[in-house]
């Protein structure tokens, strides 16, 4: 069965043609419904009779049409445009096809080439996409919407730093502000605990997808979570992460805010550091409160106290699991840490301990709800045994030793540790950067030295 595809006036005529043959039809009246001379109707009948009704369909469907460009010409255009005016509009650029390399072609034709080749959007692909705005939630403490806002909040007068907003969805009322030198875990982690001495647990932060709270790599619980999500999994507080910046407007609506106002208020003030900023914001949240904060549709506070059994400075740690050796060592972030020997770390031998460290630079190693007590050996810090040398070589042993620490590539430490721009003291200071770059050693076989002009000289002399 063939399956044949017409239009509305194919099929009309095919009507027409089949009325006539049956008798129904007057020539006459064929010619007046087909618009047609009277043998144009009659060679019409007769394709129908020997080809079917496929007779009547139009040959040009599927063909190109006879007045359209050559292919050539259309790639050759598509190509310049690539090259030279890829950023161009349509309207600009067949200006300049035209001018400059003598190719003459409407805009809106253009136009078409280009979207169909990616090289333009209609007006239609390039609209903003449409955010159906929501309600707020009904109570306070439901959820919490967090951010990080990076700006120069003191001007002139300091460094750029960034904020850390934590804003009721319910109200509009800032919970929690917090200036820190940057966007890091150790920074949300003395935030979020501030923000729980203060008013309790909430139900949900909302937050975006900053690897402080959503990762897609494993952990150290090698479940995917991030330390900052641990911590919040065992307080029984729920993450959720927007999956656009609109989706969390309130809180970008309030950095935007804060980066006129604040700045403002803390410039009247002469704040200039992160010490006096921290100190005045409680001050300022009262006021941006009673100005902008809303009542809440319900007046339950959502907000619950912590249990007898949740320590709340013991989970806001960057936690990492090692191995125990049975020399009573372990691991972590290039240094060996060394238990000291007691009744509770003889017993760890070969088993898991956790490696926790604190915003503020602290570190403890736990087994089992213990804190074992250690000593540490910095690998990064040891220094070489001394070399001896011979009075007669003591000159190009220090000339060889000034190249190798000019040279000498500068130690790391591991680049999963934390960010530590937000603890005050820490264990692992990074080592002193040098001003010389270091020396790449080339890869493959050197390459043939030529002769030199005056070798060649004799040779070229000697031919003529």
């Known amino acids: 069965m063939t399956v044949i595809a017409m239009s509305h006036s194919e099929l009309s005529r095919y009507d027409t043609l089949r009325r006539l043959e049956r008798g129904d039809l007057r020539i006459e009246d064929a010619v007046m419904l087909l618009g047609v001379c009277r043998r144009q109707v009659y060679r019409l009948l007769g394709r129908l009779r020997t080809e079917g009704p496929e007779a009547l369909v139009s040959w040009k469907r599927g063909r190109p049409s006879n ?28 200006e300049y096809l035209a001018a400059r390399h003598s190719i003459s072609i409407s805009h809106e034709t253009l136009r078409q080439w280009m979207i169909q080749d990616g090289l333009w959007k209609d007006r239609a692909a390039r609209r903003p996409r449409a955010y159906q705005p929501r309600y707020r939630r009904d109570c306070r403490g439901e959820l919490i919407q967090v951010d990080g806002s990076k700006h120069w909040w003191f001007e002139d007068r ?6 850390l907003v934590y804003i009721d969805d319910a109200t509009s009322e800032l919970m929690q502000l917090k200036m820190v030198e940057s966007e890091n875990t150790f920074a949300y982690m003395d935030a979020t605990r501030e923000y729980i001495e203060r008013h309790g647990k909430p139900v949900a932060f909302y937050s975006d997808k900053h690897t402080v709270f959503r990762s897609a790599n494993a952990s150290a619980l090698r479940d995917g979570m991030t330390h900052f999500g641990r911590a919040m999994e065992a307080l029984n507080i729920e993450i959720i992460c927007a999956n656009s910046p609109q989706a969390k407007g309130r809180v970008e609506r309030a950095n935007a805010t804060l980066q006129d106002r604040l700045v ?9 550091t992160i010490a006096q900023a921290n100190a005045f914001l409680p001050q300022y949240m009262g006021q941006h409160n009673a100005r902008f904060a809303k009542a809440p549709l319900d007046p339950r506070d959502l907000h619950r106290p912590l249990a007898p059994h949740e320590d709340l400075k013991a989970e806001m740690v960057w936690r990492e699991q090692r191995t125990v050796t049975s020399a009573l060592t372990l691991h972590y ?67 060889m030793a000034r190249l190798l620490q000019d040279h000498l590539p500068e130690r790391r430490r591991n680049t ?11 264990l692992f ?33 000697g031919r003529h």
């Open 67 to 94: 007045r359209a460009f050559k292919q050539d010409l259309r790639a050759r255009a598509l190509g310049l445009v690539r090259e030279h005016y890829h950023d161009f509009g349509p309207t600009l650029a067949a």
């Open 333 to 399: 972030n290039k240094a060996l840490f060394i238990l000291e020997p007691n009744q509770i770390s003889q017993t760890v031998a070969g088993k898991r301990v956790e490696v926790c460290e604190f915003p503020d630079g602290r570190l403890e190693i736990r087994y089992a709800g213990h804190v074992l007590p250690y000593r540490i050996f910095d690998k990064i810090r040891q220094v070489n045994h001394a070399a001896i040398v011979e009075n007669k070589h003591l000159d190009a042993a220090l000339s």
């Open 264 to 272: 403002k208020a803390m410039r009247l003030e002469g704040i200039s």
């Open 416 to 426: 999963s540790q934390p960010s530590r721009r937000s603890q005050r003291t820490h």
């Open 158 to 163: 300091g460094p750029q730093c960034t904020l």
């Open 429 to 461: 200071p990074q080592p002193e950067r040098s001003e010389v770059p270091p020396m790449k050693r080339k890869r493959g076989r050197p390459s043939l030295r030529g002769p030199a002009p005056a070798e060649t000289a004799p040779r070229l002399a």
